[in-house]
């Protein structure tokens, strides 16, 4: 199983040790992009601030990421899994689980990056601010600067098993499943389900689909099950108490969507 996520926008701050090695990240196919984006990035930095923060949609109050990333050759690095915070990264509680949910956790999740391409939890770097919609002046638009190396490099790190895509629309940019990965996809939309004068009303609220999606992941590696494929994931998010709607895509090689119906938002 592989399980695609969305980085967060905030990160924690970068360590205190060795600074970060391009060549020890993950998918090493990505290696030449990433060395561009960061070269971008840092001269972009090292530049006229204000055009900085420009280009990166940044607000007077965080003019400090724009030195964050021109020093990002040099910063210290942690663990992928130690830099995303957020909503999703807080319900997953990464460091909590136990060797053997971690041990799945390398395996199975990669953070999609508007500056790494994608990264697994375990890949160590420094903290950034990059986010996919932006267009670097050298480079374009970043969503679409990956899409040609994810391409080449991303089924084959699919394997043969499940892609549970939980990615935001900017990052799901950078790369969509085609062909027999697509038909092993599923994607998940989070409902919260109210009844309003005797009618059911569903809708999408960003904080608790994050908080949701965080929770599913961590039942998924502490439970310890391996579904194959989008039916099997329906029957085993029922397993772990999901309400789970879902129904196989009309034509072959289309992604399943499953929508995950919630009646609490905590």
Known sequence: ML?????????????????????????????????????????????????????????????????KNAGLRTAGARPAGEIYTGVLYDALDLASLDAAAKRRAARSLLVFSGLWGAVRVTDRIPSYRCSMGVKLPGLGALGAFWRTPMASVLPEAAGEGLVLDLRSSAYAAAWKPKGDVAGRTATVRVLHSRVVDGVEKRSVVSHFNKATKGRIVRGLLTSGAAPRDPAALVETLRDLGYVVEAEPPARVGRAWTLDVVVTEIH
């Open 3 to 67: 399980v695609l996520l969305p980085p967060s926008e905030g990160k924690a701050p970068s360590g205190r040790g060795a600074p970060l090695k391009p060549g020890a990240l993950s998918l090493p196919g990505l290696a030449a992009a990433r060395e561009a984006v960061v070269d971008e990035l840092v001269e972009l930095c090292t530049g006229d601030e204000d055009k900085a923060r420009e280009v990166l949609g940044l607000s007077e109050g965080l003019r400090g990421e724009v030195a």
